[in-house]
């Protein structure tokens, strides 16, 4: 039986620290560590980048609804509201517990504030819908993407009917899952750790921003044992924690923070601050784009009262009843609704955080025991009716709207393109004895920095499955660091 997790272990300020000299602060440099994390995040491009990728509405001119970067700030501003009050919750829980670093639990809110912040950096154009499109190009184009021996073809891989037995999905088994379920969180473990100030010399390679463990635990929202392939709990992971580039280094926060493969404690905090802002502002900006109106808000929350009623909970019925009450039927003009709307919308953020530390102290034993589960959002009942009244909107009038769905049309046709191009050339790059059999005018597109962490990582391996693991990692570097506009303005130049 695995033992309890530990507040000393969990924010011990480990990190992978690849430089000859330790992180040295200057005299003069008060900083928690935490904010040390916080500062190196501010100013990294892969979050600069976020201010032009998608939140709900791809493609979008208007300046009031979301992107991935403000959509990231609201994150971190209910990140570290939450943080707050877990370190209240954790000292009244530990307060027999004479053992406990109490400084330490300062770090808490800027843990939570920073991950916040690079929770999304991993995300693809397009969102989430472009992780959709990414694995399905990976799961149909693998079987048909084939060897050919190179004094035979000017080719080493091209597209073929996947007919024989050299296709990649055959020959690359044991590596293809984390393009077939790759994953926005896992790609943004890869770039803090190791796509981000790349500084190449006669002596070697330094790359990465050198965070601290319990920032990056906080990051791995799927965890799992590498051997079994399994979850803590001897189940199949939803998603992929990482990728097989970045084991030894989960591996290591693992042994450091005594995890075990259980997520850490704060990885629930994040998740439901994450859930909390983008169902508020997805929300918000649905109405604001007419897409929504006060009226149909109002079907959904007395349906979920009525829904409530039946099943004898009073009191969750009682709290809809405050909300129905807060979108009136009246007409309202425009400014008045968007007022409305904004000033609902954080009536809303504040009781679902209320839920959040209510249910982060009760199931205070289970998280720190590793067997909890759950969503410290869905496990509230007030909060899994306004989770799911909200998500039941956002599917039916917003998710599949005409405008939309045009814009997922254009996603898909960018993203297959791009891939169809990239992942063949790179394919062919270093080759056997250094041939290189792509096309050069496509790899000057590819970041020189990432083709060089790409030499680097395959300077010494033999192995071929290995090697063209990392060649398609290249591509996937390339791709999902682009912004929307920016992976149209690619395709439109290679199509």
């Not at 307060?95 to 330490?104: E, I, S």
């Not at 004094?151 to 024989?164: H, I, P, V, W």
């Not at 493969?261 to 007419?290: T, W």
């Not at 008045?336 to 009781?351: E, P, V, W």
Request: hydrophobic content about 35%; proline content about 2%.
């Amino acid at each position: 039986m695995s033992k309890r997790l530990n507040w000393n272990q969990l924010l011990s300020n480990d990190r992978d620290e690849k430089t000859s000299k330790k992180e040295r602060k200057q005299k003069w440099d008060n900083r928690i560590y935490s904010k040390v994390d916080f500062d190196k995040v501010c100013f990294m491009s892969s979050f600069r980048r976020l201010q032009d990728k998608a939140q709900i509405f791809p493609l979008e001119k208007g300046d009031f609804v979301r992107s991935r970067l403000t959509h990231s700030i609201e994150a971190m501003t209910i990140a570290e509201s939450i943080g707050n009050e877990i370190i209240n919750i954790i000292n009244h829980k530990e307060k027999g517990n004479l053992n406990l670093d109490k400084n330490l639990l300062k770090n808490i809110p800027y843990i939570l504030k920073t991950a916040a912040l690079i929770h999304d950096i991993g995300n693809p154009p397009f969102g989430h819908l472009g992780e959709e499109i990414i694995k399905e190009w990976f799961k149909n184009n693998l079987p048909r993407l084939s060897y050919h021996n190179e004094e035979n073809a000017k080719m080493l891989f091209q597209k073929t009917d996947g007919s024989g037995n050299n296709t990649l999905e055959k020959f690359m088994q044991g590596y293809i899952d984390d393009f077939t379920k790759f994953d926005g969180n896992a790609q943004a473990l890869r770039i803090v750790e190791n796509l981000q100030n790349i500084c190449i010399t006669k002596n070697g390679i330094t790359n990465g921003l050198e965070l601290s463990y319990p920032l990056l635990a906080t990051i791995i929202k799927y965890p799992f044992n590498p051997i079994t392939k399994k979850t803590y709990n001897d189940e199949d992971p939803k998603k992929l924690g990482y990728f097989l580039s970045e084991r030894e280094l989960y591996m290591d926060i693992q042994l450091k923070l005594g995890l075990e493969h259980r997520r850490h404690p704060l990885v629930f905090a994040l998740e439901a601050a994450d859930d909390i802002a983008y169902l508020c502002s997805d929300l918000e900006d649905s109405v604001k784009k007419g897409l929504v109106d006060f009226k149909y808000i109002r079907e959904h929350i007395k349906s979920a009262m009525d829904d409530a009623k039946n099943n004898g909970n009073t009191q969750v019925e009682r709290k809809l009843l405050s909300l129905y009450n807060l979108f009136d039927g009246e007409n309202h003009d425009k400014e008045t609704m968007f007022y409305k709307i904004q000033i609902n919308c954080a009536h809303i953020r504040g009781r679902l955080i209320n839920d959040v530390r209510t249910e982060f102290s009760s199931k205070y034993n289970y998280i720190m025991n590793g067997t909890y589960n759950e969503s410290l959002l869905t496990s509230s009942p007030f909060s899994k009716y306004v989770d799911n009244f909200i998500r039941k909107i956002l599917i039916e009038k917003v998710y599949y709207s005409e405008k939309i769905v045009r814009q997922k049309i254009i996603a898909r046709k960018t993203l297959y393109g791009l891939l169809d191009i990239f992942v063949i050339s790179a394919l062919n790059r270093f080759g056997s004895d250094n041939k290189d059999l792509s096309d050069p005018l496509h790899n000057l597109l590819i970041s020189e920095n990432f083709s060089n962490i790409c030499k680097y990582n395959i300077r010494d391996i033999v192995d071929k499955k290995q090697r063209l693991y990392y060649k398609i990692l290249l591509v996937l570097d390339y791709i999902s660091g682009m912004t929307d506009y920016h992976a149209i303005e690619v395709y439109n130049i290679i199509r």
